[in-house]
């Protein structure tokens, strides 16, 4: 039994892996500051059937106060530590770029510097697909250089990615980060595409559909997401003695004990097809209304997963009827919808 560090355990992704850590019998120490990105009460439903739970311990903090995450490190002296809070989304950087500095800039700091004290056997860090911006070369490999983001919140876990490695160069702190392709699921947050999607659908609202119909998504379900943080937790990155500084690698180090992976499904889906099943599973008619696409957005994702099946044995099995029906299921529990 171990103690875990969950940070973002009230989020979408967080509380699903604090879940998962607790099924298996960690102790799990969550922080989660209860921003309202999004409606708080979802957060709060989340948190609440953690802290039912055994072995669970709540700290509400924002991880941008220095002193404060320097305390949590103290007091904790976690086994590992899985970082997931963050600003999320890609439009909202648009508006708000300085919740992006100080939550994934200034936050993950603070996380790096309590990991450089405490010393954890592990930094399991959340990055995103959209890391490879301008990238066209499919399917999207952590081996090809990703320095063309598209986006401030992309631009912000690429820095992640570059100070992690600088961690665990100077400190040896071993380091993993994991770049999520279109996460969803049951208890997702309302700003995702199937949650407004649905909200749409029940009202009889027109769904926006940006670029035309014509994106595809690597979607990825919660469940499959959630194996392949709690496997990367249980192997800490190493140095890879194959790395070549004429060449390097920017998936690895050999500097370093860090690396780079994806957490994807690695088959993308139609737009069209993602939102026929969502009907379908509904038993309500869809009405669309398409749209240009949105500044920041690119038409494909696919994740190349070889290394993360590989090093993880990650293999991913929900395929988008299953979980988009898990969702429904769940939507229509939480707002008690027929």
């Known amino acids: 039994m171990a103690d875990i560090l969950v940070t973002g355990s009230a989020g979408f992704i967080g509380s699903h892996v604090a879940h998962r850590l607790l099924d298996r019998g960690d102790r799990v120490v969550g922080v989660d500051n209860i921003t309202p990105y999004y409606d708080p009460a979802l957060k709060l439903a989340r948190l609440a059937r953690l802290e039912a739970r055994d072995g669970y311990r709540h700290l509400k903090l924002d991880i941008a106060d220095r002193e404060g995450t320097a305390r949590l490190f103290e007091e904790t002296r976690p086994a590992g530590v899985v970082h997931l809070a963050a600003q999320p989304g890609v439009r909202y950087s648009l508006e708000h770029p300085h919740a992006y500095v100080d939550s994934n800039l200034v936050g993950f700091l603070n996380i790096l510097e309590g990991c450089r004290s405490a010393r954890p056997a592990h930094l399991v860090y959340a990055s995103t697909s959209s890391a490879y911006g301008a990238n066209t070369r499919l399917p999207f490999s952590p081996h090809d250089p990703a320095h063309h983001p598209l986006s401030l919140y992309a631009a912000t876990k690429l820095a992640n990615e570059v100070m992690a490695h600088s961690y665990a160069h100077l400190f040896r702190i071993p380091c993993t980060g994991l770049r999520f ?19 749409a659908i029940v009202v009889g609202r027109p769904i926006d559909v940006y670029g035309e119909g014509r994106m595809q998504r690597d979607f990825t379900y919660v469940d499959d997401i959630v194996s392949g943080v709690v496997a990367a937790l249980d192997r800490p990155a190493l140095e890879n003695p194959a790395w070549d500084g004429d060449a390097p690698d920017p998936a690895t180090s050999g500097v370093a004990p860090w690396r780079i992976l994806n957490i994807g499904a690695s088959e993308p889906v139609e737009l069209m097809r993602y ?3 969502l009907g379908q599973k ?32 990650y293999a991913p099995t929900t395929s988008v009827e299953v979980g988009i029906g898990k969702f429904v299921d769940w939507y229509r529990d939480y707002h008690q919808v027929g």
């Open 181 to 199: 392709f279109t996460v969803y699921g049951p208890w997702t947050r309302p700003d995702m595409a199937l949650y407004k999607f649905a909200d």
């Open 275 to 277: 939102i026929e099943v």
């Open 282 to 313: 509904l038993g309500l008619p869809v009405q669309l209304n398409m749209m240009p696409m949105q500044p920041g957005d690119v038409v494909r994702t696919e994740a190349d997963i070889t290394d993360t099946c590989a090093a993880l044995d």
